[in-house]
C-alpha cells in the first residue's frame, strides 16, 4: 500500500513537470532577465527558422552556451519545428527514462542576483579564501572538496578548532539545481545557505563583521567587488559575499554523465548491467523519491537512523519528525560516506538500506550490484576552470 501510494504521487508530479517547456526550465533562466524577452523574441524573428540560425550564431560567437535545444524551444514559441538539417526532437522517453532528464546546462538563476562573469569569479575566489574563516584555516573547499566529488569524504565533517559537526557534508556540484539547501532544507536558495558555513561554530566560525572588515583591508578584493557588483557605494557586505559565492555554484554543474548521453539517444552509452540497473531502480520505486534531473523530489521523508530529528528542528511540527529532504545522486559514487550522518560506508550498503527502509525490499546482491553501477554512470565531468585554484594575494594573512 505504501509503495502505490508513493507511486501515485510521483505520477502527479511528474504530469505536472512535465508541462513546463525548453522555453520555461532553460531559456527563460537568461531570457527576461540578462537576454531579450520572449515577447522581444517573437517580435524581431518571423519564423522559427530565423530564430534557430541567430541563436547558432550566438553560441558559436560565445554569448550563449552550447547544448541548448533551439529547435525544440522554438517549436513552443512558433507552433512548429523549424525546418533546417541538425534540429531534431529529442529521443522519445521510454516506460524507464520519461521518470528523469538530462541534466540542463544552466541552473535556474534568481532575478536578484544575476550572473555575470566578474561575479562569478570573485565567488570563486571566496570560495578558496581560507581567510573568510575565524582560523584562516578553512574554505569551503575544505568541506567541498571540488577535486574528490565536492565533499569531503569524512563521515562527519571536521571544522573550527578541529571540532566534529553532526552531519555529512553533501556535493556541492548541481546543489544549483536543489529546491532546498541542507538535508533539513533550513536554507530555500544558494545564497540564504552560503551564510550558514561561514558563521556556523564548527565550521568556519567568523562572524559577518568579521569576514567584512577582513576582505576590505584586501586592495584586490575592494576591486574585484567593485567590478561585480558595480554602482554599489558599499559593495563588500555579507549579503555580497553570499552572492558571489552563490554566483559561482551555479557553474559547478556536471554534464555529459554517461546517463545524459543515453538520455539523449545514445543508447551505448551505458552498459547493458547499467541498463538493468535503471530498471531496478524504477521498478522497485527508488525514483518515487529519486528522480528528476539531479534525482531528487525535493521533499522530505521520513529516515530515522539516529537521534537528529532532522525537518523537524526547523518547523518543529510533529510530522517532520526525522525527516530528510531526498539528497541528489549526481557524482554520488564519489560522495562517500553516505546519509546525514555518514554511517554508511559504501554506495552498496546506502542502497542497502534504502531498500528496506524506505521501501521494506530485501535486495539480492546482484541487484545491489545493478543499482550501483547504474548510479555511477550518473557521474559527469566536472567543468576544468572549477578545479583550477585562483592564485590569493596573501598581504593580509
Ligand atoms: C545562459 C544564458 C542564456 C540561455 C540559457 C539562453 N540564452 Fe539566448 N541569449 C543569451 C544572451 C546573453 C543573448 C544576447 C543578448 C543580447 O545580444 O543582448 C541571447 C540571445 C538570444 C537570441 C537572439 C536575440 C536577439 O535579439 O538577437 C535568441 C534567438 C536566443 N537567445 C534564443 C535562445 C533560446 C531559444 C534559448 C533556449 C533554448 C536560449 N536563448 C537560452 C543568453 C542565454
Ligand atoms: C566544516 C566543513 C564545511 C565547510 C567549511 C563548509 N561546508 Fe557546506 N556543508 C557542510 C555540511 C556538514 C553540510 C550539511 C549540513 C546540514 O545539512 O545540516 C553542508 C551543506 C552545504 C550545502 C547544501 C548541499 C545540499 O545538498 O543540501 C551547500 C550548497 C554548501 N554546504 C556550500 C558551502 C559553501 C559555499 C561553503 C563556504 C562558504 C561551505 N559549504 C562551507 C560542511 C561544510
Ligand atoms: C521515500 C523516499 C525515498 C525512496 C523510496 C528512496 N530514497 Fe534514497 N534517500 C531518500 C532520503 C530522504 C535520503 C536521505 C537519508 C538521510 O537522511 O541520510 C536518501 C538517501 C539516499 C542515498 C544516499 C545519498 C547520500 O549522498 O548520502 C542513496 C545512495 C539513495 N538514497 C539511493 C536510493 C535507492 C537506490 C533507492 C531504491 C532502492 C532509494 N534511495 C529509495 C529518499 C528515498
Known amino acids: 500500500m505504501k509503495k502505490l501510494l508513493l507511486s501515485v504521487t510521483a505520477m502527479l508530479a511528474i504530469s505536472a513537470s512535465a508541462k513546463a517547456g525548453v522555453w520555461e526550465t532553460t531559456c527563460a533562466n537568461c531570457h527576461g532577465r540578462v537576454a531579450p524577452s520572449k515577447t522581444q523574441i517573437l517580435e524581431k524573428f518571423a519564423t522559427p527558422e530565423d530564430l534557430v540560425k541567430r541563436a547558432r550564431e550566438l553560441v558559436n560567437a560565445g554569448v550563449m552556451p552550447k547544448g541548448l535545444q533551439f529547435g525544440l524551444a522554438a517549436k513552443e514559441l512558433y507552433g512548429r519545428m523549424p525546418k533546417m538539417k541538425g534540429v531534431h526532437m529529442p529521443p522519445k522517453t521510454d516506460k524507464y527514462t520519461r521518470f528523469f532528464e538530462v541534466l540542463p546546462s544552466t541552473p535556474p538563476i534568481p532575478a536578484d542576483n544575476p550572473m555575470t562573469v566578474a561575479k562569478v569569479k570573485l565567488g570563486k575566489m571566496l570560495y578558496f579564501d581560507p581567510r573568510l574563516s575565524r582560523s584562516n584555516l578553512i574554505s569551503c573547499n575544505t568541506c567541498h572538496n571540488l577535486s574528490i566529488g565536492g565533499d569531503d569524504n569524512q563521515k562527519t565533517s571536521i571544522g573550527d578548532k578541529w571540532q566534529k559537526g553532526p552531519r555529512n557534508a553533501p556535493?556541492?556540484?548541481?546543489?544549483?539545481?536543489?529546491?532546498?539547501?541542507?538535508?533539513?532544507?533550513?536554507?530555500?536558495?544558494?545564497?540564504?545557505?552560503?551564510?550558514g558555513p561561514l558563521t556556523a561554530h564548527v565550521e568556519m566560525n567568523a562572524t559577518p563583521e568579521m569576514v567584512v572588515k577582513k576582505l576590505k583591508a584586501i586592495p584586490e578584493y575592494r576591486e574585484m567587488f567593485k567590478k561585480a557588483f558595480p554602482g554599489e557605494v558599499d559593495p563588500i557586505t555579507f549579503d555580497n559575499v553570499a552572492k558571489a559565492i552563490a554566483a559561482y555554484e551555479r557553474t559547478l554543474i556536471t554534464p555529459n554523465s554517461p546517463f545524459d548521453r543515453y538520455l539523449s539517444g545514445d543508447k551505448k552509452a551505458l552498459s547493458r548491467v547499467?541498463?538493468?540497473?535503471?530498471?531496478?531502480?524504477?521498478?522497485?520505486g527508488c525514483v518515487s523519491c529519486h528522480r528528476g534531473p539531479v534525482l531528487s523530489d525535493g521533499l522530505f521523508h521520513k529516515f530515522k537512523i539516529n537521534d537528529d530529528k532532522g525537518r523537524y528542528k526547523v518547523t518543529k511540527k510533529k510530522e517532520d519528525m526525522y525527516k530528510f529532504r531526498t539528497p541528489q545522486l549526481r557524482m554520488v559514487s564519489q560522495t562517500a560516506p553516505y546519509f546525514h550522518d555518514g554511517s554508511a560506508k559504501t554506495l552498496e550498503e546506502a542502497i542497502d538500506v534504502m531498500a528496506k527502509k524506505m521501501l521494506n525490499v530485501k535486495l539480492t546482491r546482484s541487484e545491489i550490484y545493478r543499482i550501483r553501477k547504474f548510479l555511477d554512470s550518473l557521474t559527469g565531468q566536472v567543468p576544468m576552470e572549477a578545479v583550477v585554484l585562483p592564485v590569493l594575494d596573501d598581504s593580509s594573512r
Open 274 to 284: 547499467q541498463i538493468e540497473g535503471m530498471k531496478l531502480f524504477v521498478d522497485k
Open 171 to 195: 556535493t556541492v556540484f548541481n546543489a544549483a539545481f536543489l529546491k532546498v539547501q541542507f538535508w533539513d532544507g533550513r536554507a530555500a536558495t544558494l545564497e540564504e545557505q552560503a551564510k
